[in-house]
């Protein structure tokens, strides 16, 4: 749910303004109304901004180098430790740069083998001249071995390479190319290399001892310069009135503070005011569900929060969410090893951490119960198998074999899919009546709750006769009615205060909507069943493989190459399964859920005017 709010109007005598901010700060309730073009053109603020944002980049590239264990410490003050740290990751790209060209010269001689340049000189004081070429294969000439003592040294690439050795007064030479070697030996580039190997392995190596250390000072100094940045900002927020004598100031509370904020606002010499929030206000917002809710939050906000005007969509999709998240892995073996990753890893967990990792607890429990249902377990068919242990529950397993029969021929966990889609779209209109009684009352919801009730009427009328149940008469005729009630209200209260021919036009305009957007929506949910299904078929596949492919292996071979094939096999459909299941259950809430919900979004989060780092006394 979304947490009430109310509007804090402040008038404040500018003497007094900065010591009430530092109180209000402490206070830490206060959301502040943020002017955001006076910011924008602050220079001094958005380079303070800047800067917190390369703090946090610098953060990233420490927290990515993966170090758990307590080092050493950079002994430089906690304000230079940045340009420190900056310094050293800059000195790895010099580094990284200067090896990329000295090794694209050390390439250079490697066609060429080992030779000495003291030789080739001897050779030049004796008049001879020691040179070499490279020319492509075809091109190249046999003569020249007898012409100039061509002799070639290597083949590589379709280039032959080749020295020749000719007096040196004889200025002829092969018609090839010549080839001209950096102006440092190879010795003393390999020898630069290797400094500079060293000198990366040793920056590597500091920065892996000074990371842990650097990551609690950097947020700390992180979290101090923010305290600035939000001063600013406020400072940016307020307004001077009566001569810059008086200092207006707005903000928002949750309303469960008011009466707190009230006592404290009579202790100081300022004018205050509580108004509760009109539509056209942007209120920051606060959500507050139960344990298990909270847990889907995260999903909320990777798309948007909703506005405060509107509901919170996360205890409604929630349920759903975990539903959709064990259909597209359907496999109980994967649900439990989610589960049991998950269980083991949130015991040592951080606070924050340990959220995600208990989310991934209920997903993997959705999963198992989704996979013993449909009979799936690391790939393995438990209606195809003759175990006796499983002889008195296998006619219970939701396959085709099972319940084909009693659905035409369809499989049931695609009617499954299509009807959990189809609850989905109404619930979703559901909340799209709710949502328009909350913001402009019931008259404007009858529309939506009349195509709610009409689809369910439509769905009794022709569905039932279709699966072969026969309607009595009288309850025939009491359901054309209805539908004739819910049309009316279709027609003719879809837009409430405007004209019948605009209430026509409008009705005619959503049937068509309706009628489009309802198919391409329920057909969306079939890709539940389809990703389940592919999983599932995918993990008995290789499973398949790695006991038949091997029949013909001797034992003690084949067990080695059955687990290898299966541990294989499973990680590579593991890891598809879960990015699918993670992918399909979001686009379904995020597209076909929230469209017939009305979600509008937009929400900005609630942060109040706080201090940060916590000050000893």
């Known amino acids: 749910m979304i947490v009430p709010m109310r509007k804090l109007s402040l008038l404040v005598f500018y003497k007094d303004y900065q010591h009430f901010l530092e109180e209000l700060r402490d206070?830490?309730?206060?959301?502040?109304?943020?002017?955001?073009?006076?910011?924008?053109?602050?220079?001094?603020?958005?380079?303070k901004l800047r800067f917190v944002k390369?703090?946090?980049?610098?953060?990233?590239?420490?927290?990515?180098?993966?170090?758990?264990?307590?080092?050493?410490?950079?002994?430089?003050?906690?304000?230079?430790?940045?340009?420190?740290?900056e310094g050293l990751y800059r000195r790895q790209e010099q580094i990284a740069a200067r090896l990329g060209e000295l090794e694209k010269e050390v390439a250079l001689y490697e066609p060429w083998g080992a030779f000495s340049m003291e030789r080739i000189n001897g050779?030049?004081?004796?008049?001879?001249?020691?040179?070499?070429?490279?020319?492509?294969?075809?091109?190249?000439?046999?003569?020249?071995e007898e012409q100039y003592h061509a002799t070639v040294i290597n083949e590589l690439r379709g280039q032959k390479y080749f020295v020749t050795v000719t007096p040196a007064e004889m200025q002829e030479k092969p018609d090839a190319d010549v080839f001209v070697f950096p102006q440092e030996s190879e010795e003393k580039l390999r020898g630069s290399v290797k400094q500079l190997q060293d000198?990366?392995?040793?920056?590597?190596?500091?920065?892996?001892?000074?990371?842990?250390?650097?990551?609690?000072?950097?947020?700390?100094?992180?979290?101090?310069?923010?305290?600035?940045?939000?001063?600013?900002?406020?400072?940016?927020?307020s307004q001077e009135l009566v001569e810059e004598k008086v200092i207006a100031l707005e903000g928002w509370l949750p309303d469960n503070q008011v009466t707190d904020m009230k006592a404290f606002l009579q202790e100081h010499e300022v004018y205050y005011e509580f108004s509760v929030p009109t539509p056209d206000e942007d209120v920051p917002v606060l959500l507050k569900n139960n344990r298990f809710t909270k847990l889907f939050e995260p999903i909320t906000e990777m798309f948007a929060l909703p506005n405060y005007h509107e509901l919170d969509p996360t205890p409604f999709f929630a349920p759903f969410f975990?539903?959709?998240?064990?259909?597209?892995?359907?496999?109980?073996?994967?649900?439990?090893?989610?589960?049991?990753?998950?269980?083991?890893?949130?015991?040592?967990?951080?606070?924050?951490?340990?959220?995600?990792?208990?989310?991934?607890?209920?997903?993997?429990?959705?999963?198992?119960?989704?996979?013993?249902?449909?009979?799936?377990?690391?790939?393995?068919?438990?209606?195809?198998?003759?175990?006796?242990?499983?002889?008195?529950?296998?006619?219970y397993f939701v396959t085709e074999a099972n319940y084909g029969k009693y659905l035409n021929g369809y499989n049931p966990m695609m009617v499954v899919a299509v009807v959990i889609g189809i609850t989905q779209i109404l619930f979703g209109m559901c909340l799209s009546a709710a949502k328009l009684t909350k913001q402009f009352g019931f008259k404007y919801a009858m529309s939506t709750i009349a195509w709610v009730v009409a689809l369910i009427l439509l769905g009794v009328t022709f569905g039932l006769p279709a699966l072969g149940i026969s309607l009595p008469l009288v309850f025939v005729y009491l359901l054309y009615v209805l539908l004739a009630v819910c049309a009316f209200f279709i027609v003719f209260m879809n837009s409430p205060g405007k004209g019948i021919l605009m209430n026509f036009g409008s009705a005619l305009w959503g049937t068509y909507n309706m009628?489009?957007?309802?198919?391409?929506?329920?057909?969306?949910?079939?890709?539940?069943?389809?990703?389940?299904?592919?999983?599932?078929?995918?993990?008995?596949?290789?499973?398949?493989?790695?006991?038949?492919?091997?029949?013909?292996?001797?034992?003690?071979?084949r067990f080695i190459v059955i687990l290898l094939i299966l541990l294989v096999g499973h990680a590579i459909n593991f890891g598809l399964c879960m990015i699918g299941a993670f992918v399909h259950p979001m686009r379904l809430t995020f597209v076909e859920f929230y469209k017939n919900a009305s979600f509008e979004g937009g929400g900005k989060k609630y942060s109040p005017f706080r201090r940060r780092v916590v000050v000893e006394k």
């Open 199 to 237: 000198e990366r392995e040793n920056l590597a190596a500091h920065l892996d001892k000074i990371a842990v250390d650097s990551i609690r000072r950097l947020k700390h100094y992180r979290e101090s310069v923010s305290e600035v940045t939000d001063f600013m900002q406020v400072e940016n927020a």
């Open 123 to 144: 050779l030049a004081a004796a008049g001879w001249d020691l040179r070499f070429f490279t020319v492509p294969d075809r091109r190249y000439m046999p003569e020249w």
């Open 27 to 47: 206070r830490g309730v206060v959301h502040i109304y943020e002017n955001r073009q006076r910011s924008s053109e602050d220079e001094t603020l958005q380079g």
């Open 322 to 395: 975990m539903l959709f998240f064990g259909l597209c892995m359907g496999d109980g073996g994967y649900g439990l090893l989610i589960w049991l990753v998950c269980f083991i890893l949130a015991r040592k967990a951080t606070p924050v951490l340990k959220g995600y990792l208990v989310l991934g607890e209920y997903l993997g429990i959705a999963t198992v119960v989704v996979g013993l249902l449909t009979g799936s377990f690391f790939g393995v068919a438990l209606d195809a198998v003759e175990w006796p242990w499983l002889k008195g529950v296998k006619q």
């Open 515 to 557: 009628a489009t957007g309802l198919l391409g929506d329920t057909l969306s949910y079939i890709r539940l069943f389809a990703l389940g299904l592919t999983g599932s078929i995918l993990g008995g596949v290789f499973n398949t493989l790695a006991f038949d492919l091997t029949a013909s292996l001797p034992v003690s071979v």
């Open 54 to 85: 390369r703090i946090g980049e610098t953060i990233r590239a420490l927290e990515n180098r993966g170090v758990k264990d307590e080092g050493g410490k950079a002994e430089v003050a906690e304000e230079e430790l940045l340009s420190y740290i």
